[in-house]
């Protein structure tokens, strides 16, 4: 059994930072071999914000946060965990932010392409 969970939304100034993390584990050991992070605000479809592989062989940010965010690994016991180092953030980076795995080992920036999904961690930016 796939379990993912997002950590870290809140509520920040313009021009202050948010670090999110999302911790991937299941029992059978099995990797997983890509990470990205999605976002949604209000009346809005879901929107790739950045993505990598585990081996380190790419990563994609998307135009919006290039130069802000960055996207890194980190492992532990029987998990894989990706953090989204958030600067210089603006109102419009407000939304419900979506961590998203799977094994596949290459990038991709489409939502659909990727196997399971964190609940979703709320960031909210005021000016």
């Known amino acids: 059994q796939v379990h993912v969970a997002e950590f870290g939304g809140g509520l920040v100034q313009a021009g202050g930072s948010l670090r999110l993390s999302c911790v991937a584990s299941?029992?059978?050991?099995?990797?997983?071999?890509?990470f990205a992070w999605f976002r949604q605000a209000p009346g809005e479809g879901r929107k790739f914000v950045a993505a990598?592989?585990?081996?380190?062989?790419?990563?994609?940010?998307a135009d919006s946060v290039k130069g802000r965010f960055t996207i890194s690994r980190d492992n532990g016991k029987n998990t894989m965990a990706v953090a989204l180092q958030m600067n210089s953030l603006k109102p419009e980076d407000t939304a419900v932010y979506y961590c998203?795995?799977?094994?596949?080992?290459?990038?991709?920036?489409?939502?659909?392409?990727?196997?399971?999904w964190g609940q979703g961690t709320q960031v909210t930016v005021s000016s």
């Open positions: 998203a795995v799977d094994r596949a080992g290459f990038v991709r920036l489409a939502p659909e392409s990727y196997q399971y």
């Open positions: 299941e029992s059978d050991l099995e990797s997983f071999a890509s």
């Open positions: 990598r592989t585990w081996n380190d062989e790419s990563i994609r940010y």
